[in-house]
Structures are given as structure tokens and as C-alpha cells.
């Protein structure tokens, strides 16, 4: 079956300091969701990207799809203590039903 | 939009109990997921309807899982005999049906067995 990969899966950056994660996945995405977890909370999604080399940006976080739509990142500039948290990629493989594979996840931490 | 609900927030059951949570999805939302999530890991799939059809179900669900939405609107899971490695967090999540849509997640169940 479909799996999907995250790296690192722990992340310890000084506040101001930039921030990447990477996700690929075993087979071709229809698209790549993204979503964030904060301590205690439940995964809030951030974006969605479908087209293949896709870049989107919200204020400091810029999001990638590549081009072959099997891997994806996130990368946080001048990271905030409000970063904290767990990001997930999310896929559903291209056709069929609806069923979304979550990587693993990584875990940032930002120390100030 | 209320967001979508689940019940209870936290249950705790002796092993071998049956135990029932409900999912109350966004009410415009077609689609409703359920998860599973442990600690470290990310939310596991376990089943998928559209409406009340049941479209999808994990292969690594044993036959004690069961999930119903009759009516198309809330729906339950239902852990027959619960084991120690039951334990974790259901979260369910739903979303429209058109395309592939973001989905929105509830603040989950917390199943502790003892």
C-alpha cells in the first residue's frame, strides 16, 4: 500500500532560525495536503497543492510539490515559538476513493 | 459551522468492555474519516464514508471495529472486546466530496484501557 515519508522526525531550531520538512511518498499524489498539530490539539489543516512543481507561500511558510507529485516540503522561515508543533503531509494516491496517508510527522521545536 | 464534534472527549474502560464514540461532522460535509493516533505517530486511517455508504475500511481494522452513519449525518465507532493496544486517540474528520478537500478534524476521543 501507499506509504508516506517524513523527514527529520524531531526538529529543535532556535527562534529565528529556519526550518524544513520533507515528505515523499511511495506512490504519484493527486495532490499533497498539509496540516499542523499543536500540543494537545487535533491536525488543523494549512494548505493543498495539485499542480506538479507547484510553490504557494502564507507570510513565512512556503510549501513545494515536485515535480513528479511524489514528494513535497515545507520550509518555515525565521521560525517563531508559535511554530510549535507537529506538521503532517497528507496524500491520497491519484484515482480511486478518497483515502488519505499521513506521514509521521515532524516535530518542531523552538527554543527562544 | 459549529466544526465537528466528537463524544466523549475522554474514556477510560476496563479490557474486554465495548465502547461506542460519536462523530458529529461539519453539517454541509459529505465525506467523514476516522483516525487513529498514538503517540508520535500520525493519524492512521481506519474508515471512510460518503453519505451513510461506507467506502473504504483499513485493512488493518480487525473485525472488533465497526463504524455505522445511518442516516448520513453523525456517525459512531464501536470497539467490541478492547484490548491494551487499543489505546489511543479516534479522531474524525470530514469534508465535502468534491475533488480531494481539506479535511477538518474533531478534538478527538482518548481511549484509555485498564
Known amino acids: 500500500g501507499q506509504q508516506v515519508m517524513q523527514i527529520p522526525q524531531y526538529q529543535h531550531v532556535q527562534e529565528g532560525e529556519d526550518f524544513t520538512t520533507y515528505c515523499n511518498s511511495s506512490?504519484?499524489?493527486?495532490?499533497i495536503q498539509w496540516y499542523k498539530q499543536r500540543p494537545g490539539g487535533h491536525p488543523v489543516f494549512l494548505i493543498q497543492?495539485?499542480?506538479?512543481?507547484e510553490v504557494k507561500k502564507q507570510k513565512r511558510l512556503t510549501f513545494q510539490f515536485g515535480e513528479a507529485k511524489k514528494n513535497s516540503s515545507l520550509h518555515i522561515t525565521a521560525t517563531q515559538t508559535t511554530d510549535v508543533g507537529t506538521y503532517f503531509c497528507?496524500?491520497?494516491?491519484?484515482?480511486?476513493?478518497?483515502?488519505?496517508?499521513f506521514g509521521i510527522g515532524t516535530k518542531l521545536q523552538v527554543i527562544p | 459551522d459549529t466544526g465537528v464534534s466528537q463524544n466523549p472527549r475522554h474514556k477510560i474502560t476496563k479490557r474486554g468492555q465495548n465502547v461506542t464514540f460519536r462523530c458529529d461532522p461539519i453539517?454541509?460535509?459529505?465525506?467523514l474519516y476516522w483516525y487513529r493516533q498514538t503517540l508520535g505517530q500520525g493519524p492512521e486511517f481506519l474508515t471512510y464514508?460518503?453519505?451513510?455508504?461506507?467506502?473504504?475500511k483499513s485493512r488493518l481494522l480487525s473485525d472488533r471495529f465497526s463504524a455505522e452513519r445511518p442516516k448520513g449525518s453523525f456517525s459512531t465507532l464501536e470497539i467490541q472486546r478492547t484490548e491494551q493496544g487499543d489505546s489511543a486517540m479516534y479522531l474524525c474528520?470530514?469534508?465535502?466530496?468534491?475533488?480531494?478537500?481539506?479535511?477538518?478534524f474533531g478534538d478527538g476521543t482518548r481511549l484509555s484501557i485498564l
Open positions: 474528520a470530514s469534508s465535502f466530496d468534491t475533488g480531494h478537500q481539506p479535511q477538518h
Open positions: 506512490t504519484t499524489l493527486s495532490n
Open positions: 497543492l495539485v499542480k506538479s512543481g
Open positions: 497528507a496524500g491520497p494516491e491519484s484515482g480511486g476513493y478518497q483515502k488519505v496517508t
Open positions: 453539517s454541509e460535509h459529505n465525506r
Open positions: 464514508f460518503q453519505n451513510e455508504a461506507q467506502l473504504e
